[in-house]
């Protein structure tokens, strides 16, 4: 029988893997995680903030530059990290790129849920809102998408669906605490996993859904959009799903050091790079998808070593 979370009994996640495992992660350098590269993955490094960030918004103008009427197309993005989005909608206005005669699309990943259904535009901490107040309603109203190309985890079917109708040819994600993208988190450890997290095949088989969300993504959230104020976060989301995921043709992760730790970095790179797939690290999942990069602060990866403060 595995181990049970050290965080959360009740619950699947990363505490629950081998020691083995940890104690090799955790010896890896960040010239190792470098040379984790492979074919189907990649491996990139920034040395400025800045580069970082304009390279995550230059992969929406490379999305929506393949978009036209006949084959439209688009990209799936993040809240967590949110600093490129207001990066986007410059870019977009300082080409006069325009979108809606492209009929470029934009996938916003997840929502809060609250009784039952996702939060409006009106709550504090809404996605979409961010979505829109950083990128979208800063873009120049005659080169905006018409707001039926965005699509946002409300009408869970209809978005779902959504993949199917349009090209998406990335998604991008960050990295939580948890080692989600999106909120696609660790299962309960209950019913059928109560002895063992769901299988990959299992895992992937789930698409876009309302999901409970692990304590640790609660309180990460909490962190880094609340100011530490646990009340103000839902304890569930809506959440795009593996299987959309596996319908785009690439998918990109952030990584600054703002979300995740030293130690969960160098986990689910060293994981997808070995094709270690467990459903209790939903990251990596992504070993199993043909065309995954992570893209590093390099100076936000830290030492994984103890340090007392």
Do not use: N, Q
């Given at each position: 029988m595995r181990k049970r979370s050290v965080v959360a009994p009740d619950w699947w996640d990363y505490t629950t893997i081998d020691d083995g495992l940890v104690r090799d992660v955790a010896r890896l350098t960040v010239k190792d995680l470098e040379q984790l590269s492979r074919p189907g993955f990649r491996v990139v490094m920034y040395d400025t903030i800045e580069s970082f960030y304009l390279a995550e918004a230059l992969e929406y103008i490379e999305a929506w530059k393949q978009s036209t009427p006949d084959n439209p197309c688009?990209?799936?993005?993040?809240i967590g990290p949110t600093e490129q989005l207001p990066l986007v909608a410059q870019i977009v206005n300082a080409t006069d790129m325009d979108l809606g005669a492209l009929d470029a699309h934009f996938w916003g990943m997840d929502e809060w849920v609250e009784n039952g259904k996702a939060v409006g535009l009106s709550h504090p901490l809404s996605f979409a809102k961010c979505d829109l107040d950083l990128c979208f309603n800063r873009i120049r109203p005659e080169l905006r998408m018409p707001m039926a190309n965005l699509h946002f985890p409300i009408d869970l079917d209809g978005y779902s669906e959504s993949y199917d109708a349009v090209s998406c040819k990335l998604m991008q994600g960050g990295q939580g605490d948890v080692k989600h993208w999106a909120f696609n988190d660790p299962l309960r450890r209950e019913g059928a996993y109560a002895d063992a997290p769901p299988t990959p095949e299992q895992y992937r088989q789930l698409g876009t859904r309302i999901v409970d969300l692990h304590p640790m993504t609660v309180m990460q959230n909490a962190r880094t959009s609340g100011g530490g104020n646990i009340s103000l976060v839902p304890t569930q989301a809506a959440t795009v799903g593996p299987r959309e995921t596996w319908k785009t043709e690439k998918v990109s992760i952030w990584q600054a050091g703002c979300h995740d730790n030293a130690f969960g970095?160098?986990?689910?790179?060293?994981?997808?790079?070995?094709?270690?797939?467990?459903?209790?690290?939903?990251?990596?999942?992504?070993?199993?998808?043909p065309n995954v990069q992570f893209n590093f602060f390099r100076p936000g990866i830290g030492p994984c070593e103890v340090e007392m403060h």
């Open positions: 688009g990209i799936c993005g993040p970095m160098r986990l689910t790179t060293f994981m997808i790079s070995k094709g270690i797939a467990d459903a209790a690290v939903p990251m990596s999942l992504l070993a199993d998808h």
